[in-house]
């Protein structure tokens, strides 16, 4: 089962602060940096979150990922168009997809993937996006479509908007902005874990 809470760090930096608290789901999210530098960052990833036994999400490097051992990836749509699947089967990894409408959906279904992402559930400060926020109804047709496999609801996700989109069926929410861009992220990522204990508990 996925940790009801998912959070993505642009740097393996975050770890050392996140950990300690009780993160227990991490998605590793690189953009523009050499492959050494990438090799550097999970592999350091892995070695702390070994330590407080959290799962690992590599994002997009998928070749980088098997080399080192890793065991979950998270793949976009592009990204989809260059990877090797059997080859990533083969090495036992599992496999998050993104998705944004319903062709994405029948896409990233055929590959019987580990979860399903669906955003951006709301306007997202992070990337530009060419399609319009989801909304609560959207997290409530995904979760109808795809059944049995976890769902992740993501984009401009908060504290304060997160009942509704879990009431809606998103199994696991994850965020950016929310956590990294606060006073104190630390104290907002102890409010995330606080109310996901709650929804585990009902
Ligand atoms: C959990 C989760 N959902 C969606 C994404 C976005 O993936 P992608 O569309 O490949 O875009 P980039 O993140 O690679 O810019 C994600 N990373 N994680
Ligand atoms: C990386 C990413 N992918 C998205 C998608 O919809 O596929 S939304 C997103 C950014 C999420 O950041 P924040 O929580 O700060 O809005
Ligand atoms: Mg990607």
Redesign the pocket.
Known sequence: MLNPF?Q?VDNANWLPRLLPVGLKLV?L?I?DAEEDEVREQITLAQELCNQYQTQLII??YWELAIELGCDFI??????LDDADIGEIRQAGLQL?V?THDENELDRALDLEPDYI?L?PVYPTIL?EMHWEPQGAENVRRWKEMVGHIPL?A?GGLSVERASEIYDAGADTI?VVTDVLYNESPEERLQEWLELSIERQAE
């Open positions: 998912y993505i998605q999210r953009k994002n997009d998270h793949l976009g749509q592009e990204d998050g993104s992402a955003g990337k992740v993501i994850c």
